[in-house]
């Protein structure tokens, strides 16, 4: 059983703190929010969500990378789960690309993120992974990571002219097509 999850919007103080370690991830509510997140994440047709966004301060978040109109190539990954996660290197291309958030409604941001990392994570079994993502996944995987340090996309901005409206962002995507 999975319960649907309410998603924390920006001014939460919750979005704001850094999350703890999982220590303990076979506990039944560690595997139950894990259930939740990903119930979550695939009710909203979203490419990730992490916990602190529905007010649980772990070090839990899913990558749910899968096409979409702005990357038809996006790989399509079963929604995973990575548990006290970790950037262990990354190159040094940063490209700026359209971001959102389930926490901020409304806008969208042009956002500067490394095009291929390194990481490590352990996964809800309990076994240490590592793997290495370019593109669209390492972006999805900084912008989550952040949501673990209390860091939102806003914070990156380098500018605030390159935030735009969900209603913009929509029109000049179905321009593109
Ligand atoms: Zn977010």
Redesign the pocket.
């Known amino acids: 059983m999975s319960t649907l999850l309410q998603v924390a919007q920006l001014g939460q103080p919750i979005l704001r703190q850094k999350a703890q370690r999982v220590e303990n991830i076979k506990a039944t509510n560690i595997q139950q929010m894990i259930d939740d997140l990903l119930a979550t994440v695939m009710d909203v047709n979203g490419v990730g969500i992490?916990a602190p966004?529905v007010y649980q301060s772990y070090r839990i978040f899913i990558v749910a990378s899968h096409p979409n109109p702005r990357y038809p190539q996006a790989p399509d990954m079963e929604p995973t789960p990575m548990i006290n996660p970790k950037l262990v290197s990354h190159n040094k291309v940063i490209k700026k690309d359209w971001e959102g958030?389930?926490?901020i409604p409304g806008i969208r941001g042009l956002i500067p993120r490394f095009t291929e990392i390194k990481v490590e994570y352990t996964d809800r079994n309990g076994k240490k992974q590592t793997a290495s993502y370019t593109d669209f996944v390492a972006r999805i995987f900084q912008?989550?990571n952040d949501?673990l340090n209390g860091v939102l996309?806003l914070d990156r901005l380098e500018t605030t002219k390159d935030l735009i409206s969900d209603k913009e962002y929509q029109k000049m995507m179905s321009k593109k097509k």
Do not use: I, T, V
């Open positions: 992490a966004q958030c389930l926490s912008h989550e949501h996309f």
